[in-house]
């Protein structure tokens, strides 16, 4: 029961942080549009509410990442985690596309904000809940290494720093610097795109079963391994990909064409295990074996 509940910590804490967000955001939008006429307040409001989409489509997408394999999904629901990180960076970048346009109509038309108690207080609640439960989820979070988990811990500590940012822009605003309310709001906008960009890309290059930098280096280990164990030739094709949090692998050795079937059956449970310790992460690897005069 207590693992069960460690194994769905993430998923509760992107579905909790999910109705937080929403909460602190609509709260936010309401105040700065029609009290407080702060579109930094209000940016940040639509932020919030953005974050939150994020993590309620974390949250699908974890609830999917349980499922098992099935007839029409040979390999699992591993690739719906970065279906739910690409659909939640669209969602952000479509919203920084707003901010910036209210930023740029504030800074056209500066005007002093009304009510700056109220708003510095509510930006600074939003600010230390934001980044107190971001830092939470991302030690809780870490060991899981689901890139949407990351994106939302990320997002959401993000979320708290544009809050303090806001907090910033209101009492800059409430000494006169009116076009600090609009600057506040374009580097908010800036920070949700290049979140989003990165997002996108990552969960983009799994997609598409490229092969990066630690995928590189996890080949090599695979292939190093290999040399110390006795009666394998030479192991001259590896081949891995992420899939959601797994990786996926493909190993091509070459054998004595005489070695027996439980000679190369041990040689396999021997490679995955030592495979599976240096690289946790590794939930398959398809071993093929090549008689000698063959390779």
């Known amino acids: 029961m207590e693992k069960q509940a460690k194994k769905n910590q993430p998923e509760n804490l992107a579905g909790f942080t999910a109705i937080l967000l929403f909460a602190l955001g609509v709260i936010q939008i309401i105040v700065g ?5 702060s579109v930094a307040l209000t940016a940040n409001g639509i932020d919030c509410i953005g974050d939150g989409f994020v993590s309620a489509t974390v949250w699908t997408g974890l609830r999917f990442l349980r499922k098992p394999a099935d007839d029409r999904f040979h390999f699992g629901y591993y690739k719906m985690e970065n279906l739910a990180s ?3 960076a669209i969602v952000m970048m479509i919203l920084a596309s707003y901010i910036v346009y209210r930023s740029y109509m504030q800074w056209l038309n500066p005007h002093p ?3 700056p108690i109220a708003g510095i207080l509510l930006a600074f609640i939003a600010a230390v809940l934001a ?6 989820k991302h030690m809780k979070g870490k060991r899981s290494k ?3 988990v990351k994106l939302d811990a990320f997002n959401t500590i993000k979320d708290g720093v544009a809050s303090g940012l806001t907090v910033v822009a209101l009492i800059l605003s409430s000494m006169g610097f009116t076009e600090a309310d609009a600057l506040v709001g374009f580097i908010i906008a800036g920070v949700i795109v290049s979140i989003g960009f990165i997002a996108i890309k990552e969960s983009s290059y799994m997609l598409v079963d490229a092969c990066d930098k630690t995928c590189l280096l996890q080949t090599d ?3 190093r391994l290999t040399k110390d164990i006795e009666d394998i030739i030479d192991a001259h094709l590896v081949r891995l990909r992420r ?4 990786l996926l692998g493909e190993l091509e050795i070459v054998v004595p064409k005489d070695m027996s079937v439980d000679r190369l059956y041990s040689i396999r449970m021997k490679i995955i295990e030592k495979a599976r ?3 946790p992460e590794l939930e398959r690897l398809t071993i093929t074996a090549i008689p000698e005069d063959k390779s």
Do not use: C, D, H, T
């Open 243 to 246: 899939s959601g949090p797994v």
């Open 221 to 223: 280990i695979i292939r």
């Open 146 to 148: 689901l890139g949407s």
């Open 131 to 136: 980044v107190g439960l971001g830092i939470y």
């Open 113 to 115: 904000i009304q009510l």
């Open 33 to 37: 549009e029609f009290f407080a006429q």
């Open 86 to 88: 690409i659909a939640a």
């Open 277 to 279: 310790n240096e690289i």
